[in-house]
């Protein structure tokens, strides 16, 4: 099978790009690095070619409300639009578990913008929510960060190793597209503030973790399920002990 990979340069897109070349099948790439930009549509139309299975692992450069929101609108317009000329038979996208209970923050709404368009857009599709990435663990500290401490909603998370995410992201595209959404988390359960607080520790950061119900996660208040999937997910392997070790970003 021909298969482009929209983001195939970032964390969860390497990962997938090299999974599926593995399994024998040809594998594009796809991002700005390598010639292919949705936001421009440079590149495109030579990528798509023959291709019988797009999946959109980009991400936007800036989380800002509007660099975001045009990011995820212009992107999809622009490859939806694409692989209706070039007969791809099915676009899969990754978003994330909660998005739309996540709506008071400019990141959520744009990716739900993202999924609204793929449903309207008469593909065939699959689309993926995953919890939060453990890679990630590392850039929702910062995001909390106050001087010395880290101000974090105790809300649950069950992040998944990116390596999870890359061998269900590998799984749905070699599947047929569901025409909906499926879901996917990591092995274990937690208070987002008490994860962090473990992370940190293990890190040797000296920053503090203040649990606060008030604290906003990329511009949204947490209830206690917001993050987490209770519609039986499709559950990764690695622990956070067993992918502390060898892939935390110190
Ligand atoms: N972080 C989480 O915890 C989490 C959880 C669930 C879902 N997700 C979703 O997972 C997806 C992938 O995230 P990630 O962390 O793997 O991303 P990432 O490592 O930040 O990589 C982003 C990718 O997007 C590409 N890109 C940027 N602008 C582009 C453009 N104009 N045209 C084509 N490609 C472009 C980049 O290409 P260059 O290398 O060429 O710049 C890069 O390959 C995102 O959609 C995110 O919303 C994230």
Redesign the pocket.
Known sequence: MKIVI????????SKTVERLRRLGHEVIA?????G????TGEGLTEALEGTDVVID?????SFEDKAVMDFFET?GRTLLAAEKIAGVKHHIA???VGTERLQESGYFRA?LAQETLIKASGMPYTIVH????ME?LS?IAQSGTVGDSVHLSPAFVQPIASDDVADAMTDVALAAPVNGTIEIAGPERSRLSDLVARYLKATGDARTVVPDTEARYFGARLEDGSLVSDNGPRLGKITFEQWFPTSARK
């Open positions: 929209i983001g195939g340069t970032g964390l969860i897109g796809a991002s700005p690095n390598t292919v930009n949705t936001i692992l980009a991400n936007s450069p992107s990754l978003s994330v990716k995953s919890t939060q990435f990630f850039g």
